[in-house]
């Protein structure tokens, strides 16, 4: 089931094609995307899904790590909201969870941190029980008093927690721009299916670079 799709060496080529086919998929909404209306989702970078030693390890997602920490410094730098969350179950909340995995990751779990690549001093920390960071939690009330209308989602895992949060915000009425090299998962076919999906449906698919250019764009940068 596990399979290293993204490598630093092949990122960049390996997300233009599926960027380019997320496209042949997406709804031409003429959606732009504003920094100064935007908010960053990093979701999940935990050692549970980062560390080799975990059986939950993502063989991907070393790759997308440097590219998240360019987006969090953009954003901090041009102080719009990031919101970091920590996926942390207890016996009270983990539900289907549970069920459905056997293992949920509890504040014992010595991989339950966010890796310390990831500076989250630069945002806000929400933890979640659920794949959405909006379930039981105050994230929607938080953007609203920001005034945020759009979200760039990235971190783990591209098709449980990512795609379910960025539909769950697009059923709030926030744009969603998903950055197809900012998320990983554990195969390409989870990975391509959630990009052509949430395309049709839910997302903008863009590359990180984009963000970034238009981030700096509008800062004069």
């Known amino acids: 089931m596990k399979e290293l799709y993204y490598t630093p060496q092949t990122l960049e080529r390996q997300a233009l094609e599926l960027y380019q086919l997320a496209r042949e998929f997406s709804r031409e909404k003429n959606i732009t995307f504003h920094p100064m209306q935007s908010a960053l989702f990093v979701l999940d970078m935990q050692e549970y899904f980062l560390s080799s030693s975990s059986h939950a390890y993502i063989p991907s997602a070393e790759a997308i790590v440097p590219g998240i920490i360019r987006l969090v410094e953009a954003f901090s730098s041009y102080k719009r909201p990031i919101f970091f969350t920590q996926h942390i179950n207890t016996a009270g909340d983990a539900a289907m969870m549970s069920e459905w995995w056997k293992e949920t990751i509890t ?9 310390p690549d990831i500076d989250v001093t630069k945002g806000r920390l929400i933890r979640k029980s659920q794949y959405d960071a909006f379930y039981q939690t105050p994230l929607e009330e938080m953007l609203r ?3 945020v209308r759009q979200v760039v989602v990235c971190g783990v895992m591209t098709h449980l927690c990512c795609e379910t949060t960025a539909r769950s915000a697009f ?7 998903f950055p197809v090299d900012g998320t990983a998962t554990y195969n390409l076919d989870f990975h391509r299916a959630s990009l052509t999906n949430l395309a049709h449906g839910f997302a903008t698919p ?3 670079r984009v ?5 700096r764009g509008e800062h004069g940068g």
């Not at 504040?107 to 890796?115: G, Y």
């Not at 059923?171 to 721009?177: C, N, P, Q």
């Open 171 to 177: 059923v709030r009425g926030f744009e969603v721009f």
């Open 107 to 115: 504040d014992q779990n010595p991989f339950q941190a966010i890796t």
């Open 211 to 215: 963000i970034l250019d238009t981030l």
């Open 206 to 208: 863009v590359l990180l």
């Open 145 to 147: 008093a920001d005034g």
